[in-house]
């Protein structure tokens, strides 16, 4: 038997991962009067560590700052096989997790994405519908302060953002010319970034980094939104703590789990109740690197479905140029104006469901290189790239395309019997293919895009149906479902044979939507810990 540090200090509640879910649920826990405490690998990020306001902070983000924790490779990180995916999975393990470096997206689900079984033919039927989860996404309106415009004719009618749209600026405004030529939806963009000063966050001042970390701290992430309120109310968190393992009681309870500090040393951290946040690939990592004896093929798995159905949004993007100065390099990054024209599916397409689109601008020179991959080395270093920057800096606006994917079983996370972490736990290997469904779901919505940019007057356009650095939404991996034989937890997020065990993050989700999903992982998470507080006395726990 191994050997290890015990804790004394019992959890009621035991948070494993401090990223969007986890700090949800923490501090409404730990607010109700639940012992919280919670286990995360990363650190908290001061802003002396962003490099935003230095002239390097584009060469930083291909390093430091870099999305894919295979290239990043921080202690916080650990190594995942690609060999077999079209997409690369992007994290950041931190407080807040991938808030650090998400662009602060925050859109709802419509609600044909819960049930696309019943309206298309495909994937599977959600156990809760949008209605269950609108009073949930308009508390977190609050809690994120967004910014954006009610009335939409895309959603339902809901409460307004408690704060006003970010200017959409020159992107926004030289894309809608093209749609309202085209008669196509557009609308101003929705972000988790304030537009006006909001509960001691700044205004954004579109310096455009977002995704490197904002060193104005106007970005809602988590660390800032969610565990000051959370530590205050008692919570605790234990940061460098790489989980190994969920332990279980000789009744087949979760008990706590085995974490490895960063001098190497393990401990046992108990719980009466355990909460899994780690993302759709760290949780069924986790939980299939959890065996025993009554668990043989992983904790939470006898229906076989942890770490079957990857979804990560592939993504397109279409670039124009233009002659106007758009400044292109303003933000707020990714999502001026977004359209919701082909979101629906139209069996006349000759495919199902579809995207959103965000215009958004490319950045700096090194953005907006990287809109020219695929060509020629000499079209696009040297002397060709003083060239385009003088030509095309600020002068170009891009519209990005979140593609649905549906969920696949043969799209995967399992255990790379070799590659293993710093700690020598098993890493995660992903193996995950576009479906013919999706590659022609892109196809028509690149072309459709080319139309759009071509209406707001650009001269030349480039495009790629698939950029390999894009999966930051890691999704359907345990599945929520009111069959137990079908799916890992039910419609409250609860372990179909683990009482006491929950799992909140993307991994829950049954089918993807076409949206930026952090606001329905806040929403579920939400819902989840209510749900905990409402029950606690009929929560059968590990003693």
């Given amino acids: 038997m191994p050997t290890f540090n015990k804790s004394k200090n019992r959890a009621e509640v035991l948070v494993i991962g401090a990223g969007a879910s986890g700090s949800i649920a923490s501090r409404y826990l730990a607010e109700s009067g639940f012992k919280v405490i919670c286990l ?45 995916t079209d997409v690369n999975p992007l994290m950041y393990n931190a407080v807040g997790g991938s808030t650090i470096i998400y662009a602060a997206h925050w859109h709802r689900f419509t609600p044909s994405d819960f049930c696309t079984k019943s309206l298309d033919g495909v994937g599977e039927d959600w156990p809760i519908k949008y209605k269950d989860l609108a009073p949930f996404y308009d508390h977190l309106d609050i809690d994120m302060g967004v910014s954006g415009l009610a009335g939409d004719p895309a959603f339902p009618p809901g409460s307004p953002p408690p704060l006003p749209p970010l200017p959409i600026g020159k992107v926004g405004r030289k894309a809608a010319e093209g749609m309202n030529k085209l008669g196509w939806h557009w609308w101003p963009g929705s972000q988790a970034i304030p537009s006006s000063f909001y509960r001691g966050r700044s205004k954004c001042t579109r310096r455009g980094m977002c995704m490197s970390g904002c060193p104005e701290e106007a970005k809602a992430t988590m660390d800032k939104t969610h565990w000051p309120d959370a530590l205050k109310f008692g919570a605790q968190i234990i940061t460098g703590a790489r989980v190994r393992k969920i332990t279980c009681d000789a009744k087949g309870l979760a008990s706590g789990a085995i974490y490895i500090d960063r001098k190497g040393i393990e401990h046992h951290q108990s719980a009466e109740i355990v909460l899994v946040c780690c993302n759709g690939i760290g949780t069924p990592r986790l939980l299939l690197n959890s065996t025993s004896r009554k668990f043989p093929d992983g904790l939470a798995n006898s229906s076989g479905m942890v770490g079957r159905n990857l979804m990560m949004h592939p993504f397109a993007a279409v670039v124009g140029y233009f002659d106007d100065n758009l400044d292109s390099w303003q933000g707020p990054n990714g999502l001026n104006i977004y359209s919701m024209e082909f979101y629906e ?36 270093w040297g002397k060709a790239f003083h060239q385009n920057t003088r030509k095309r800096l600020g002068k170009s606006i891009e519209w990005g395309i979140v593609a649905e994917d549906l969920p696949e079983y043969e799209n995967k996370v399992d255990l790379d019997p070799n590659l293993k972490d710093s700690d020598g736990i098993p890493a995660p290997r992903i193996k995950y293919r576009n479906s013919e469904n999706t590659k022609k779901l892109i196809s028509f919505h690149v072309a459709r895009a080319k139309e759009a940019l071509q209406a707001s007057g650009a001269y030349e ?14 999704l359907g991996t345990c599945r929520m479902g009111n069959d137990p034989q079908k799916s890992v937890v039910d419609s409250w997020c609860r372990s179909h044979d683990v009482p006491n065990l929950f799992i909140v993050d993307g991994s829950t989700f049954v089918t993807s939507s076409g949206v930026n999903p952090t606001a329905t992982i806040g929403a579920i998470s939400l819902r989840t810990a209510l749900f905990i507080i409402e029950n606690r006395s009929q929560i059968e726990c590990s003693m």
């Fill in 461 to 474: 356009l480039s495009s790629t149906e698939l950029m390999t650095d894009s999966g930051w939404h890691l």
């Fill in 345 to 380: 599916t139209d069996q006349n397409r000759g495919f199902v469901r579809g995207a959103r689109w965000s215009a958004q601008g490319t950045g700096g020179p090194l953005g907006l290189r990287s809109s020219m991959d695929g060509r020629p080395i000499d079209d696009v």
């Fill in 40 to 84: 995360e690998q990363g650190d908290f990020v001061h802003q002396n560590e962003y490099y935003t306001n230095s002239s390097g902070w584009e060469v930083m983000q291909q390093s430091r700052w870099h999305p894919n924790p295979n290239i990043r490779g921080l202690a916080s990180d650990y190594p995942i096989n690609t060999d077999f």
